[in-house]
């Protein structure tokens, strides 16, 4: 059993949670018949807390975001609730939703451009969305509101800035354009989706500091989602890992890091080749996952990892989806105790496939 | 025979930049590849890494002549690769080749696999009727892990990883002895880009194949390589053994990179610190005078607008283009010294 940081009841742990993710479920029919995208997500997200969503591409983790956030075409079958400060964003029309993805929940895409209007200036996208929504009295005070919103995010001589064109900036500077235009409206949650995935690591850097500091300055809520490990570390309170449209396991970061209880996450992490390797496990053999993940159209019955598992205990892991259940008493970073959770119905020994220890 | 594979001297590729309309006049140049000194060895994977636009593929292209160098030169096994002749060449690319970064659209969608695999052994006129290419092709295709049944089938029936097999397959038909892999798994997943880097790993056991390994991906590139060259903006600014630049990196662009590398592990995250670079990389057009990096190095000192720092050893067998290992280099003429 791992020896979870229980104790003190701390800030994370108790507060009103800002997002509240129940039983998500998001289907869509195409030609090859119905792809079963995500199914049955759970999560909630505290006040200054921030959640990673981690695992392969084709995981379905844009689709669950895309799909609280009304962006999902129109055709998609979602189901489930997302309370968002207890409403359920399930349940909103597109006004109301509008409403919310410009007030009340940021979000950062890969691809800033796809954020970005290209014929308007950086002024003009960001003072927009704070005269709409009734956040400055005027124009005077819209234009030092976005000022400072860009120099909060680290922009070189912001006044300038404000009458520059999205091309005319590099890609980092346009993520952090997107970021400024994301904290306009005091967002109580950040959703960022691959946000650093296009940057070289030290921009990548910098922004994962900015972020991590705005959301202890002022609270925010941030869903993180990534395919990079490594990105999320260093910075995520909670960790779930998706595969297939489901949590295979979820925890405080350092228990999923450290004491992976599910294969499929013990894989993961053992596939990783390490910057500091001894100079004995350089050019070793990584441990891979055999085949490749199954697309949602055709996923298997039984465990959905069923396929690919190494463990494959029994009979049963082709027949029944085993539950998520804990594993552990579990706690995030500052000691909050959270459980370790995993679905799997052969927990394998903690530590074999983690990098931490 | 010399332990030395490919050999760059003084290596430069600059691209022409034109102004607009019709007389398209030259109006500056990109130093995409600027005064490169490197040496590959035998059977060795040497790892080459940087942020994008430091000139990366660009030098992998023009060691293998697929861009014409604008000075310097490349040898290949001693000879220069720069004054061959259209046959010569022709070997060239049978005995040097690429393994592109996506899968996706480095492979042609209407051909086979099978086809695909064959194509370098009818460039190069290698086992000849078509009884002994099948069988090469089936040799070659279970060589990659494989099922050589595959070979009637079309690149979209197969995933990522195996669509990435089927390049390697393909660059190793002619039976090469250097590959250059730039960004060969780059956008494959996790799972996926371990079983590639293995497979990478296997064949150069099997075949003695010499490999310059080309990523933005530190940590990938320290697992595959024996030695890793660090670029920053068309230059190496650091090179040596991968054991001694993951850990002790020399040069200060070296260490800001390292240092900024996530790695998999929140306690040893939390205990980092993080060297944070000031500002962006400068235009490949506008390139500072002396130490390219001194317009974001955190330790630049007098010298270094004055200077151009040459490769020097820091310590035996890793060298660094530093002037804080010694002010050793290319004096600046003064009317170049810009403030920049
Ligand atoms: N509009 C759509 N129609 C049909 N399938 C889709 C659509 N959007 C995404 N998918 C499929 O859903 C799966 C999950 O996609 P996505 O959420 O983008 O994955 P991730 O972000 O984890 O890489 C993928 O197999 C993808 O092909
Ligand atoms: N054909 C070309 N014409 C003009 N500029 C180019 C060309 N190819 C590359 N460049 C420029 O050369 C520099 C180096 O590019 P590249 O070698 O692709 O870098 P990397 O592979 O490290 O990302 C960049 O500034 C890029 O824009
Ligand atoms: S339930 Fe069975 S198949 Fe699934 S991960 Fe656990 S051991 Fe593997
Ligand atoms: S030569 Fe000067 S500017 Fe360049 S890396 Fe060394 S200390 Fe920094
Ligand atoms: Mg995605
Ligand atoms: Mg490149």
Redesign the interface.
């Known amino acids: 059993m791992s020896a979870g940081r229980t104790g003190h009841a701390g800030r994370a742990g108790d507060a009103q949670p800002v997002l509240e993710v129940q039983d998500l479920r998001v289907e869509l029919d195409t030609p090859r018949g119905t792809a079963s995208i995500v199914n049955g997500l759970s999560y909630s997200v505290a006040p200054g807390e921030t959640v990673a969503v981690v695992g ?2 084709g995981s379905g983790k844009s689709v669950s975001v895309m799909a609280l956030l009304g962006l999902l075409p129109a055709h998609a079958r979602v189901g489930g609730r997302a309370l968002f400060r207890g409403r359920d964003l399930l349940a909103m029309g597109e006004p109301e939703l509008r409403q919310v993805r410009g007030d009340g929940i940021g979000m950062v895409f890969q691809d800033p451009m796809t954020s970005l209007n290209p014929v308007l200036t950086v002024g003009r996208q960001i003072t927009e969305g704070l005269l709409a929504h009734g956040r400055v009295a005027g124009g005077r005070q819209a234009r030092e509101r976005a000022a400072q919103l860009l120099a909060d995010v680290g922009l ?1 001589d912001p006044r300038a800035a404000l009458g520059r064109f999205p091309h005319e900036l ?1 890609g ?2 346009r993520q952090r354009v997107v970021i400024a235009i994301a904290l306009s409206g005091d967002p109580a949650l950040l959703i960022a989706d691959e946000a650093t995935t296009a940057l ?7 922004i ?2 900015l972020v991590d500091g705005l959301r202890a300055e002022h609270g925010t809520g941030v869903v993180w989602i990534t ?5 999320v ?2 910075t995520a309170d909670r960790v779930l890992v998706l595969y297939g449209g489901r949590c295979v396991e979820d925890g405080g ?2 228990d999923v ?2 004491r992976p209880a599910h294969p499929y996450t013990q ?3 053992g ?7 001894g ?1 004995g496990g ?2 070793s ?6 085949g ?2 199954p697309p949602p159209t055709d996923l298997p019955p039984g465990c959905v990892f069923h396929p690919r598992c190494p463990v494959r205990g029994d009979e049963r892991c082709a027949l029944e989806q085993p539950p998520l259940v804990p594993v552990a008493l579990g706690a995030r ?1 500052d000691g909050t105790a959270v459980p370790h959770r995993a679905a799997t119905f052969h927990d394998t020994a903690p530590g074999t496939g983690g ?2 220890s | 025979m010399s332990d030395v594979l490919v050999r760059a001297r003084g290596l430069q590729v600059h691209f022409p930049v034109r102004a607009r309309g019709l007389r398209r006049r030259r109006t500056g140049e990109v130093r995409a590849v600027d005064g490169v000194d490197l040496e590959i060895r035998r059977g060795e994977t040497l790892g080459l890494v940087g ?2 636009g430091c000139g990366k593929s660009t030098l992998g292209n023009a060691l293998l002549r697929l861009v014409e160098p604008t000075g310097g030169r490349v040898e290949f096994d001693g000879t220069d690769v720069t004054a061959l002749r259209a046959r010569e060449l022709r070997a060239l690319r049978r005995r040097a080749v690429m393994v592109f970064q996506d899968p996706y659209a480095s492979l042609d969608p209407r051909a086979t696999v099978g086809q695909t695999v064959a194509e370098p052994l009818r460039v190069h006129g290698l086992h000849p009727g078509a009884a002994a290419r099948a069988a090469r092709v089936a040799e070659l295709l279970e060589l990659v892990g494989l099922d050589p049944a595959a070979a009637p089938r079309y690149p979209h029936e197969f ?3 195996q669509r990435q097999r089927v390049g390697i397959a393909r660059a190793l038909a002619g039976e090469p002895d250097f590959v250059v892999c730039d960004e060969a798994v780059a956008s494959l ?7 590639v ?2 497979l990478l ?1 296997e064949l150069q056991q099997r075949l003695g194949l010499t490999y310059l390994f080309v990523s ?5 590139v ?3 390589s ?1 030695r890793i060259a660090v670029m920053y903006l068309g230059r190496v600014v650091e090179v040596g053994d ?2 001694a630049v ?2 002790r990196p020399q040069h200060p662009y070296a260490q ?15 205990r ?1 610190e ?1 060297i ?2 000031r ?2 990389v400068p235009s490949a057009t506008r390139v500072p005078s002396g130490c390219r990096f001194r317009t974001r190095c955190p330790r630049a000192f007098a010298p270094c607008p004055d200077v151009d720092p040459a490769l020097q050893e820091a310590e035996p067998g890793h060298r660094a283009a530093c002037h804080l290992h010694g002010v050793v280099g290319t004096p600046v003429p003064a009317e170049q010294r810009g403030p920049a």
């Open positions: 392969e591409s070189p590099s980092g500077m070289d690591v030290t921009v990548q850097a910098q994962l500091e395919h990079d490990l490594g990105v570390a260093g970061v350092d890091f450290e894989g993961l992490l596939a990783l080749p390490q910057l500091h390797d100079p350089r050019r053999e990584l441990v891979a996952i055999a490749a993940p970073p990098a931490g | 942020e994008s995933s990522g990883g997943d996790v799972s996926v880009q371990a079983q880097l293995n790993r933005h991906d530190l940590a990938a320290r697992h595959v024996d991968a054991d993951s850990t800001a990179l390292l240092s900024a590398v996530p790695l998999p592990d929140p306690a040893a995250e939390r980092r993080r944070v670079l500002g962006e």
